[in-house]
C-alpha cells in the first residue's frame, strides 16, 4: 500500500497590508520547508485561509505553490466549500495543475444529516477529478461534523473509487486507530493534530500534516526518529517540549500567531483576512518574547537542516 510517509505542512496564504495575495513569496517559503524536511504540503486548507478566498485565488495560490514544488514533494490541495459545486471546479483545477492529491471537509452551512448524506456529497466531489486520490478532511471543531470516521471508510469504499483515506484532525486517538486499522490498513489516515503527534506514533501512524510544520518540523522530525529508533525517553521529552512551544502559540489566534513566528524566521507573510483577527504589536512582542524565553528560535537555528545537496537554496 503506497500511503504517505513522513510530515507535511498545512502552509499559510501570504497577504499584503490590503489583504490581496501576495504569490510572489511562495517559492521562498516553498524552498524553506522542503529544507526543513517536509514531505509534501497541503494548501488552501484551514491555515491557508481556503475558506477566506474567492475561487480564483484559491486556483491561483495552488498553483503558485504547485509550480514552486514542481515534482519535489507531494502537493495536496484542499477543494471544500459550501457549493459542492464548486468544489468539484477546485478538484478539477487541481487535476490540471498537477496536485499530487485533493481533500475535501464536510459542507459547512447546509451540514449532511447522516455518513450516508456525507459520502454522497464527498462522492460528488471526488469524481470530478477521478485521477486523483481523494482524502476526506476530517475537522469537527472546525465544521460541527462528528460523526463516525470507520462508517465513512466503510460507505465511502463502495461510492468514492477514488478515496484514498482521511485528514485526520481530530484528538479521538482511539478512533484514528480505528481508521489505521480499518480493511487492514486501506486507507492512508494522516494525523492532523501537530500536538499529538507522538501519541499518534505509537498507534501507528506514518504521516501527519499540520500548520506547526511548517516552521517547525526539525524538531518534531526528531521526535519521530527518536520514536523509530525505539527511543522512547527521548521522544517524550522532544515532545513535550513542543507541547510547550504549541500551549504558548494557543494563547493567541493560532493561524495569525504562526505567521508571525514564520516572520521572525525570515519570512513575512502578511496578515490575515477578516473574520480572523491579527496580533496586534504588543500580542506579536509577546509570543516571540516567550518562545525566546523557551529557547525555541536558538533550537531551531541550531538545528541541521534535512535538505540534501540536490535541493539545497539560499534562502
Not at 488552501?44 to 514542481?70: I, Q
Not at 459542507?107 to 464527498?122: C, E, I, R, T, W
Not at 519570512?267 to 473574520?275: A, E, H, M, Y
Request: aromatic share 10%; glycine share 8%; net charge neutral.
Amino acid at each position: 500500500m503506497n500511503h504517505f510517509t513522513g510530515l507535511m505542512a498545512a502552509p499559510f496564504t501570504p497577504f499584503d497590508a490590503k489583504g490581496e495575495l501576495r504569490l510572489e513569496t511562495i517559492p521562498a517559503y516553498v524552498e524553506k520547508m522542503i529544507a526543513d524536511g517536509l514531505k509534501g504540503i497541503f494548501v488552501c486548507g484551514s491555515n491557508g485561509e481556503g475558506p477566506n478566498m474567492m475561487m480564483e485565488e484559491r486556483m491561483e495560490v495552488a498553483k503558485a505553490f504547485k509550480d514552486a514544488v514542481g515534482s519535489r514533494i507531494k502537493v495536496y490541495v484542499h477543494v471544500g466549500h459550501t457549493s459542492i459545486r464548486e468544489s468539484q471546479k477546485l478538484a478539477a483545477h487541481a487535476a490540471e495543475i498537477g496536485a499530487d492529491a485533493i481533500s475535501s471537509v464536510a459542507a459547512f452551512y447546509f451540514k449532511p444529516g447522516s455518513v450516508k448524506n456525507l459520502v454522497d456529497a464527498l462522492a460528488e466531489i471526488a469524481s470530478a477529478a477521478p485521477q486523483l486520490p481523494f482524502y476526506y478532511y476530517n475537522i469537527p471543531h472546525l465544521t460541527g461534523m462528528n460523526m463516525d470516521m470507520t462508517e465513512v471508510l466503510k460507505l465511502g469504499e463502495k461510492s468514492i473509487p477514488n478515496l484514498k483515506g482521511i485528514k485526520y484532525t481530530a484528538a479521538t486517538i482511539w478512533e484514528y486507530q480505528l481508521c489505521l486499522n480499518y480493511a487492514q490498513g486501506k486507507y492512508d489516515i494522516l494525523f492532523g493534530f501537530d500536538e499529538m503527534l507522538l501519541p499518534a506514533l505509537t498507534v501507528g501512524a506514518k504521516g501527519a500534516i499540520g500548520s506547526t510544520y511548517t516552521f517547525a518540523a526539525p524538531l518534531y522530525l526528531q521526535v519521530m526518529k527518536s520514536f523509530e529508533k525505539g527511543d522512547m525517553e527521548d521522544a517524550r521529552s522532544k515532545m513535550f517540549y513542543l507541547v510547550e512551544m504549541v500551549k504558548i502559540l494557543l494563547k493567541f489566534p493560532p493561524i495569525p500567531a504562526q505567521k508571525a513566528i514564520v516572520k521572525r524566521l525570515g519570512i513575512d507573510l502578511g496578515p490575515c483576512r477578516l473574520p480572523l483577527s491579527n496580533l496586534t504589536k504588543e500580542d506579536e512582542q509577546s509570543l516571540i518574547k516567550q518562545l525566546d524565553d523557551l529557547g525555541f528560535f536558538k533550537k531551531l537555528e541550531t538545528l541541521p537542516h534535512a535538505v540534501n545537496d540536490k535541493q539545497k537554496v539560499a534562502l
